[in-house]
């Protein structure tokens, strides 16, 4: 097996405003892995995924450049990490041309994402909705990324990049692309809607109570916490005691990752608490961490020539890393020319 130099790759898509499982599954993770690895990171504005669904393009212009801010207010800092939006690093697109090649159908059929979004009307989704996997599949190995911070939604679509990676190398008798870890870790992972513990927040629900997005106000976050959804018993003393309490538990979580404690500790310090009284402790928590960053996302709004600038110059740095990666594949593949 070859060697490959430790590298980090993740993306979100513009597609809405951030929610507060985009922060804790995903930007806080980046700006740890950013600050405390040995290994270089490379973090994306996924706005060819975004397009899978319509969008409105004024609107989606918009969202990227808000999601660089809200990279940047978590602490992604652009010198440190590669900040960029995928559209511009054009072999994205190219090396999900041949990944469609190496992936099967039968593999894309099996996705839960792909059967969730598409729904029961998959004649109408877009062909972009279906290859989605294999895009996201380049994205990663254009980098030769060994490590992939994600939420647990996007288990299943990383072990499909390891299996297209694997099929590449077979099929072409290479040792080329390397075998992605997934780093699926703490107390946030998944995020559930506050409306209903069984399903995730997620940007575009059409409830905006289900979620915190990071552009609301502390008397919205407040608010949101305290019609959250759930069961009429206290909170227990103990992890074990949150079993089949899905609603209690995402709270917990929630104040756990906000807090950087122990899903245990939050339980001593509020175990036997009625939410009630809960709740309000959440809103502080969640309040004293989140408005810092949608204040810090406005004030650099104010300046789009600047985010814009930052995303280009990212762009030319991914694109160096990149390019070399592609015209190998190329080479691989049999392109003459490349
Ligand atoms: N609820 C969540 N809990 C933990 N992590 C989450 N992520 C998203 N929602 C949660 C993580 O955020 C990263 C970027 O996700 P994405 O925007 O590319 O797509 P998504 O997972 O489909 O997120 P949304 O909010 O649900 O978007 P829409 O509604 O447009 O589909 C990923 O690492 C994801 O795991």
Same mark, same amino acid.
């Given at each position: 097996m070859a060697e490959f130099t430790p590298r980090v790759f993740s993306g979100i898509q513009p597609s809405g405003g951030l929610t507060l499982g985009n922060y804790l599954g995903a930007l806080k993770r980046f700006a740890t892995m950013q600050d405390q690895g040995s290994w270089q990171t490379i973090f994306c504005m996924v706005d060819l995924h975004a397009i899978t669904v319509w969008q409105d393009p004024a609107t989606l212009a918009r969202a990227t450049r808000e999601l660089c801010a809200g990279f940047i207010a978590s602490g992604v800092d652009p010198e440190k990490s590669i900040l960029f939006n995928q559209s511009q690093v054009v072999e994205h697109a190219q090396l999900a041309w041949i990944f469609n090649c190496v992936a099967r159908m039968g593999w894309m059929q099996r996705m839960t994402q792909w059967k969730d979004k598409a729904g029961k009307n998959q004649q109408n989704a877009s062909l972009g909705l279906f290859a989605y996997p294999a895009l996201m599949a380049a994205d990663i190995l254009v980098y030769h990324a060994t490590h992939v911070p994600v939420g647990e939604d996007q288990k299943q679509h990383l072990e499909l990049t390891r299996d297209i990676a694997i099929k590449f190398n077979n099929d072409f008798g290479v040792d080329f692309f390397p075998e992605t870890e997934p780093v699926i870790e703490g107390t946030a992972t998944r995020v559930m809607s506050l409306r209903d513990g069984s399903k995730k927040m997620s940007k575009s629900d059409p409830s905006d109570q289900s979620r915190i997005n990071l552009s609301d106000d502390a008397d919205a976050i407040a608010q949101k916490l305290r019609k959250a959804r759930t069961d009429p018993e206290p909170l227990p003393e103990t992890v074990a005691g949150l079993e089949d309490r899905p609603e209690a538990r995402n709270l917990v979580n929630i104040y756990a990752a906000l807090a950087d404690m122990t899903v245990a500790e939050v339980l001593a310090e509020? %175990? %036997?608490?009625q939410f009630s009284a809960f709740k309000p402790a959440l809103a502080d928590v969640a309040v004293d961490r989140l408005t810092p960053i949608s204040t810090e996302m406005s004030r650099l709004m104010q300046d789009q020539a600047e985010i814009d600038r930052i995303l280009a110059r990212g762009a030319e740095r991914a694109r160096e890393i990149a390019a070399p990666i592609l015209k190998k594949t190329y080479e691989i593949v049999g392109m003459v020319g490349a």
């Amino acid at each position: 097996m070859a060697e490959f130099t430790p590298r980090v790759f993740s993306g979100i898509q513009p597609s809405g405003g951030l929610t507060l499982g985009n922060y804790l599954g995903a930007l806080k993770r980046f700006a740890t892995m950013q600050d405390q690895g040995s290994w270089q990171t490379i973090f994306c504005m996924v706005d060819l995924h975004a397009i899978t669904v319509w969008q409105d393009p004024a609107t989606l212009a918009r969202a990227t450049r808000e999601l660089c801010a809200g990279f940047i207010a978590s602490g992604v800092d652009p010198e440190k990490s590669i900040l960029f939006n995928q559209s511009q690093v054009v072999e994205h697109a190219q090396l999900a041309w041949i990944f469609n090649c190496v992936a099967r159908m039968g593999w894309m059929q099996r996705m839960t994402q792909w059967k969730d979004k598409a729904g029961k009307n998959q004649q109408n989704a877009s062909l972009g909705l279906f290859a989605y996997p294999a895009l996201m599949a380049a994205d990663i190995l254009v980098y030769h990324a060994t490590h992939v911070p994600v939420g647990e939604d996007q288990k299943q679509h990383l072990e499909l990049t390891r299996d297209i990676a694997i099929k590449f190398n077979n099929d072409f008798g290479v040792d080329f692309f390397p075998e992605t870890e997934p780093v699926i870790e703490g107390t946030a992972t998944r995020v559930m809607s506050l409306r209903d513990g069984s399903k995730k927040m997620s940007k575009s629900d059409p409830s905006d109570q289900s979620r915190i997005n990071l552009s609301d106000d502390a008397d919205a976050i407040a608010q949101k916490l305290r019609k959250a959804r759930t069961d009429p018993e206290p909170l227990p003393e103990t992890v074990a005691g949150l079993e089949d309490r899905p609603e209690a538990r995402n709270l917990v979580n929630i104040y756990a990752a906000l807090a950087d404690m122990t899903v245990a500790e939050v339980l001593a310090e509020h %175990g %036997g608490s009625q939410f009630s009284a809960f709740k309000p402790a959440l809103a502080d928590v969640a309040v004293d961490r989140l408005t810092p960053i949608s204040t810090e996302m406005s004030r650099l709004m104010q300046d789009q020539a600047e985010i814009d600038r930052i995303l280009a110059r990212g762009a030319e740095r991914a694109r160096e890393i990149a390019a070399p990666i592609l015209k190998k594949t190329y080479e691989i593949v049999g392109m003459v020319g490349a």
